[in-house]
């Protein structure tokens, strides 16, 4: 074999039943490896090698895929392979929703996924999910619409949904996804305020199903390394943060711009960057808020939503951030974290699908350098669909489950408060790091 060749599954991997593989506990990742003829056994720890070495566990099936590498050294670290789970023991995704978000990102990022594949459509336009369906190799009997979304109970493909739809929707659909068996993605924001949140954790509560939020920045490895850098104080302790996500909205008839499909304007939706990443990167729970509304007079857009929000959080530590987000300026997505000791770090552009650009300055004798440690662009949505599936493999708890999103709500509540009264608002103090965080991604 000349450069890469994948290892059979043995006849225990095969008779692993699919759905028995899924509802099983793992009992760790195991890789099997053939690197020019030779086959290794890679493991993610000793403990999960040795027990599925007499008896093979959910994720033993996972294949490591190797190619070559002409590189050398000091050319710097390559990720010239994937480890990856044969296409009968990926977790099943039934996507909810065929907007822009689903075709231009969720579906594509299905060729990048090691652990998720997409078998079945939700829409409300039979025609574009025929045509959607037969790009994406799904079958036509596994398309539903929202009427008969219920059906979803009676198929044994799908172990998961991904709602995507307008965010008023979504507690809706994860309700009946969560009644119908099915483990719970919803994207952000996860819905329109704290009590529907509580619904929704309730109901997958009840259904004994998982329920993750899609915060995909908290997958993706260079927002991983800035949150290292403040947690692990390269530069010192983090004492201020700025962070600013606006664009510029078009048709004034669009969901987005409709109080009740919306929940509100350009808050829950961009500046909710804004509030995620600043406590991703902390780790910690604002205490305070206070903040400012400003929306242009008689813009046609901004009838029912705000157009822009300022706002600062106060945490913990000491750290403070400035954010901004709004509907009415031009695209610009970034921000950066200020340390007491020798250097910034932060992210430009950030937020956005693909292209993100880390950025540090620090003190080096009389020079101030800059420079950009970019680690290799991943597909940041296959990433945070492989967490997904990993903890519904193993019955782990999603590193961003419903109670981070109900945080989100309750943040965007006071901060919705404050700029009403004019006045700062108090949050429950919470002392803990990542208090509302499960099980830290593998990949990334
Ligand atoms: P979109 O408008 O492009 O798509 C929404 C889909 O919902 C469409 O297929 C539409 O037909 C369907 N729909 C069903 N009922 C509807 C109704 N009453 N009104 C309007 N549409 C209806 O929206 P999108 O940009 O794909 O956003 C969907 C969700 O994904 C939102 O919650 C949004 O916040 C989130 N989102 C997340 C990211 C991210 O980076 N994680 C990016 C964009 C959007």
Redesign the pocket.
């Known amino acids: 074999m000349d450069f890469e060749e994948i290892l059979p599954l043995t006849s225990a991997q095969k008779a692993y039943d699919r759905r028995q593989f899924i509802e099983s506990a793992g009992k760790g990742l195991i890789a099997a490896t053939v690197v020019g003829g030779i086959a290794p056994i890679a493991s993610a720890s000793a403990e999960s090698l040795d027990s599925s070495a007499e008896n093979p566990g959910p994720m033993s099936a996972a294949i490591k895929v190797v190619g070559p590498n002409q590189h050398a050294a000091s050319e710097g670290e390559r990720t010239n392979y994937a480890t990856i789970l044969p296409k009968d023991k990926r977790v099943g995704y039934a996507i909810v929703?065929?907007?822009?978000?689903?075709l231009e990102a969720i579906l594509p990022g299905f060729g990048s996924a090691k652990n998720s594949k997409v078998v079945a459509l939700v829409?409300?336009?039979a025609e574009k999910a025929k045509n959607v369906a037969m790009q994406y190799d799904v079958p036509q009997k596994n398309i539903y619409n929202y009427q008969n979304f219920d059906d979803i109970k009676n198929n044994p493909e799908i172990d998961a949904v991904y709602i995507?739809?307008?965010?008023s929707?979504?507690e809706e659909f994860v309700v009946r996804a969560a009644k119908a068996g099915k483990h719970v993605l919803c994207?952000?924001?996860m819905t329109t305020s704290s009590k529907s949140a509580e619904r929704m954790i309730d109901a997958c509560k009840k259904a004994d199903k998982k329920l993750m939020v899609?915060y995909?920045i908290q997958y993706e490895p260079n927002n991983k390394q800035i949150k290292d850098f403040a947690r692990q104080k390269k530069y010192g302790k983090v004492k201020v943060i700025t962070s600013t996500n606006v664009q510029n909205i078009g048709d004034p008839k669009q969901?987005r711009l409709n109080k009740a499909?919306a929940g509100g304007g350009s808050l829950p939706?961009i500046g909710l960057y804004d509030i995620n990443t600043n406590r991703y990167i902390l780790g910690e729970e604002p205490y305070l808020v206070n903040a400012s509304i400003y929306t242009t007079p008689n813009d046609p857009r901004f009838k029912e939503v705000e157009e822009m929000v300022m706002f600062q959080m106060y945490f913990p530590s000491g750290a403070v951030a400035n954010n901004t987000c709004s509907y009415g300026a031009h695209n610009s997505k970034h921000y950066r974290c200020y340390a007491d000791n020798g250097g910034w770090f932060g992210m430009d552009p950030a937020f956005d699908y693909k292209g993100l650009m880390p950025e540090v300055g620090h003190a080096e004798g009389k020079a101030e350098n800059k420079m950009n440690p970019k680690l290799p662009e991943k597909d940041q949505f296959a990433l945070e669909m492989d967490h997904f599936s990993e903890c519904v493999i193993e019955n782990k708890m999603p590193y961003t489950p419903g109670e981070e999103g109900l945080q989100d709500q309750k943040i965007m509540e006071a901060i919705y408060e404050s700029a009403r009264t004019n006045k700062p608002v108090q949050l429950e103090r919470i002392e803990k790091l990542d208090a509302f965080r499960g099980t830290m991604p593998t990949e990334g």
């Open positions: 929703g065929l907007g822009e978000l689903t829409s409300g336009d995507v739809l307008p965010n929707m979504h994207e952000k924001p899609a995909r969901w499909l939706d």
